[in-house]
C-alpha cells in the first residue's frame, strides 16, 4: 500500500522561509556565546576566539563512554589558525553540509563562559580541574582542519577566476599584437610601392592636355597621401592597443601571482597546524565520524583504525614527536633521535625516517601524513559519489584530494590528474599514506600498510578498507617530484571508474555494501529532499534529474509515496497486511534502489505513467515486468534503479 502522497519539491520553485531547526538554533545561541566571551574577556587574541569558537563544536559532540585519557606532553595546537569568515551558509545538498553541522554543532544546553575559557587558554583544565579530554581536543583539531580547508578552497576559486583572466588577458594582446603587425606590413608595402613608382604612377594624370588636369593631379595626389596617413595611424592605434594590453597581462599576472602566494600560504599555515598536533590526538580523530559497514567489510575497518592507532601509540609511549615532512627531505640532516629509513638495498626511503621504540625501530611518518590518514580512517563508511569530494560523500579522487588537503597539501580531482602531478615509488616499497592507483588508473585510495588500501568506491558506494590489487602503481604525495613526468597509465582496466564493476548482461545482485536487505544505514544513503524518503546515492541523483525533467513537461513535481525501507518498517507493513506487504527482509525496496510513485503515474496507461516509460530509462530507472499494466502483479508506481527484481 503506498504510503501518503508527498510530491517533491523542485529546487527552483520558491518556498516560505524556513522554521529555524535545533542546529541553526544551537549555531545563534553559539554566536551569542563567543560575543559574551569576548565582552567578558577583552584580553583574548583573534587565535584564541578561533579556538574558541571550534571548541564550542567540541563540547557539544558526545563523547564516549569510559574514562578520560591523559593528553600527551605537547599542546594539541600551538598555533591556532585565524578564524575566517563563512557567509551564505545555507541548505545544502547531500553532498555538502553547513559550517555547523560539520563543526558538530547539536544542542548544547547552558555553557558557562568561565568553562569555555578554560578549554581555549594554554595549559587548560577541565572545570573538576583534570586534562582535557582528548576526543574534545580530537573535534576541535578536525573542526580547524575542515574550516580552513574550506577557507582554502575559497581561496582556489579565486585563484581560478584570476587565471582564466590572466589568460583572457594574453589572448587580447595576442590579438592586439597580430594587429600591429598586419597594419605595420600595410604601412611598409605602402611606403615600398610608392618608393619605387614613377611619378606619373604616383599621380596618375588621363591627359596631360586635358582641361583641368593640374586640379586632377592635385586631387589624386591628395587622395594617395590620405591613405597613406590613415594606414599610419591605424598603425598608431594598433600599438596604443598593443600597449594596453600588455600592460593589462603585467598586472593580470600580479594578480594571479598574488592568489597563488595566497593559496601557498594557506597551505603552510595547515601543515603548521597539523604539525602541532600530538600522535594522541590524531589517534583519536581517525575513529571519529565513522558509519559501519557490513559484516566482513565492517571488521575490517575496524582492524585498520585499530592498528593505525596502535602504530600512533606506540610512537606516543616513545615519546616520539612526528616530524614536518620539510624535515625529511635531507636523509643526512634529520630531527634529533630520527635516522633514515633504508631500502632492502640499503638506500634512503624518501619521505620518511627511522626511531626506536622501545628496542625496537619504527618507522616515522611526517605530521602531514599522519593528519591525512587519521582524517581519511574517520570517513570509513560515509556514501560514494561520483564526482563528489566531501565531507559527507565522495568519489575515489575526490576521496584522496579531502584527506591530503586536511594534511595540507592540495591535490587535483582526478586519479589521472594525481597520477601525473605525484612522485611515483615502486610497489614493493609501499609507504602508509602512498596513493595506490588499481591497474587500469582509474580507481584511487590511500595506502594504510598490510596491503591495505583505503578509498570511496564505485563498488560497494561507501568508504572502506580493500587490498592492493596486482598490477597497481602508486606516488608519494609530500615528496618533491623528481622532475621527470611518470609514464601514463593505461587507459582501461577491469573496472570502470573508482572500481566500478564493468556492465554484464542481464541482471545483477541489488546487493551493495555489505549490508543485508532493510539493514542499510540511512547515514549511508542520500536524502530526497521529501521527507524522510532516501535512495542509494546515485540512484538518488537519477531521481533528482528524472524530477527535474517530469516537472518540465507536467508543471508539477514528481510525486513520492515510497523509497527506502528499513527491516522494521517491512515488519510493520507484514504485520498489518500480510496479504499486500513482502515477506520481512525481502522488499525490493530494501535495497535502497526502488520508488513508489503517484501523481498520475500510479495509473497505468495514464499520460504521466506513459512519459515515464518513455523517458525513466534516461535516468537509470525502469520498471520491472511483473509491476507492469498487464503483468503478473500489477504495481505501476513501482520503479526500480536497473533490474533488482
Known amino acids: 500500500m503506498p504510503a501518503p502522497r508527498t510530491p517533491v519539491r523542485s529546487a527552483a520553485r520558491p518556498t516560505p522561509r524556513p522554521v529555524v531547526d535545533a542546529r541553526e538554533a544551537q549555531a545563534l545561541r553559539e554566536a551569542i556565546t563567543l560575543r559574551q566571551l569576548a565582552a567578558a574577556r577583552p584580553d583574548l587574541t583573534p587565535a584564541q576566539l578561533a579556538a574558541a569558537r571550534a571548541a564550542l563544536a567540541a563540547k557539544a559532540a558526545p563523547r564516549p563512554a569510559g574514562k578520560r585519557s591523559p593528553t600527551t606532553k605537547r599542546p594539541a595546537a600551538k598555533r591556532p589558525a585565524a578564524t575566517r569568515s563563512r557567509t551564505g551558509a545555507g541548505a545544502t545538498e547531500r553532498t555538502g553540509a553547513r559550517w555547523s553541522s560539520r563543526l558538530g554543532v547539536v544542542a548544547l544546553g547552558t555553557l558557562l563562559v568561565p568553562a569555555l575559557v578554560t578549554v581555549v587558554l594554554p595549559g587548560a583544565t577541565t572545570p573538576s580541574g583534570g586534562p582535557l579530554d582528548v576526543t574534545a581536543l ?22 581560478a577566476h584570476r587565471r582564466d583572466q590572466l589568460t583572457e588577458a594574453r589572448a587580447a594582446e595576442q590579438a592586439a599584437r597580430d594587429a600591429v603587425d598586419d597594419v605595420q606590413q600595410a604601412v611598409g608595402t605602402s611606403a615600398a610601392d610608392l618608393y619605387r613608382a614613377t611619378p606619373a604612377a604616383r599621380y596618375p594624370v588621363p591627359t596631360l592636355d586635358a582641361p583641368g588636369a593640374g586640379v586632377l593631379a592635385q586631387e589624386l595626389a591628395a587622395d594617395a597621401d590620405q591613405a597613406v596617413e590613415a594606414t599610419v595611424v591605424r598603425a598608431e592605434r594598433t600599438a596604443a592597443t598593443l600597449a594596453d594590453a600588455e600592460a593589462r597581462v603585467d598586472r593580470a599576472e600580479a594578480v594571479a601571482a598574488d592568489a597563488d602566494a595566497e593559496l601557498a600560504a594557506a597551505l603552510d599555515r595547515m601543515r603548521a597546524e597539523v604539525d602541532d598536533l600530538s600522535t594522541e590526538v590524531t589517534g583519536r580523530l581517525a575513529a571519529l565520524g565513522t558509519i559501519p559497514a557490513a559484516g566482513q567489510q565492517q571488521e575490517r575497518n575496524q582492524r585498520a583504525v585499530a592498528r593505525w592507532q596502535g602504530y600512533l601509540a606506540e610512537l606516543t609511549g616513545a615519546g616520539v614527536e612526528l616530524p614536518a615532512a620539510a624535515d625529511l627531505t635531507d636523509p643526512a640532516d634529520l630531527p634529533e633521535g630520527l635516522s633514515p629509513a633504508l631500502d632492502a638495498d640499503g638506500r634512503p626511503v624518501p619521505g620518511v625516517a627511522w626511531a626506536v621504540a622501545g628496542s625496537s625501530p619504527v618507522t616515522v611518518l611526517p605530521s602531514e601524513t599522519v593528519a591525512a590518514v587519521s582524517n581519511a580512517l574517520s570517513q570509513l563508511g560515509k556514501p560514494y559519489v561520483a564526482g563528489a569530494a566531501g565531507p559527507e560523500t565522495y568519489d575515489c579522487g575526490g576521496f584522496t584530494a579531502a584527506s591530503w588537503l586536511l594534511g595540507g597539501y592540495a591535490l587535483p580531482a582526478t586519479p589521472q590528474q594525481q597520477w601525473a602531478t605525484g612522485t611515483a615509488v615502486p610497489l614493493d616499497g609501499l609507504q602508509i599514506g602512498d596513493l595506490v592507483f588499481s591497474p587500469g588508473g582509474q580507481d584511487v585510495g590511500m595506502y594504510l600498510g598490510d596491503g ?155 499520460e504521466q505513467w506513459r512519459w515515464m516509460a518513455a523517458n525513466a530509462g534516461r535516468f537509470g530507472f525502469v520498471q520491472p515486468d511483473w509491476a507492469s499494466p498487464g503483468g503478473e502483479k500489477p504495481e505501476p508506481w513501482h520503479w526500480e534503479y536497473g533490474y533488482i527484481s
Not at 138 to 159: I, K, M, P, V
Not at 478 to 501: D, H, I, K, M, S
Not at 554 to 576: H, I, K, N, W
Open 138 to 159: 580530537a573535534l576541535t583539531a578536525r573542526s580547524s582542519l575542515l574550516e580552513a580547508a574550506d577557507g582554502y578552497r575559497a581561496l582556489e576559486q579565486t585563484a
Open 452 to 606: 591495505d588500501v583505503l578509498g570511496a568506491s564505485a563498488a560497494t558506494y561507501q568508504v572502506g578498507i580493500r587490498s592492493v590489487a596486482a598490477g597497481s602503481a602508486a606516488v608519494r604525495v609530500p615528496v618533491a617530484p623528481t622532475g621527470t613526468p611518470n609514464a601514463a597509465l593505461p587507459a582501461g582496466g577491469p573496472t570502470g571508474p573508482c572500481g566500478a564493476p564493468l556492465a554484464t548482461p542481464g541482471s545483477g545482485s541489488p546487493r551493495w555494501g555489505g549490508w543485508d536487505n532493510g539493514e542499510i544505514p540511512t547515514q549511508a544513503l542520500c536524502q530526497l529532499g521529501v521527507h524522510r524518503h532516501a535512495l542509494r546515492c546515485d540512484a538518488a541523483a537519477g531521481y533528482a534529474a528524472m524530477g527535474e525533467a517530469y516537472e518540465a513537461e507536467f508543471g508539477t513535481e514528481l510525486c513520492l509515496t515510497d523509497s527506502y525501507r528499513s527491516l522494521a518498517s517491512q515488519v510493520d507493513a507484514f504485520s498489518r497486511k500480510p496479504a499486500l506487504a513482502a515477506v520481512p527482509g525481502t522488499s525490493n525496496h530494501g535495497w535502497a534502489l526502488a520508488v513508489d510513485l503517484c501523481g498520475g503515474i500510479h495509473r497505468g496507461g495514464s
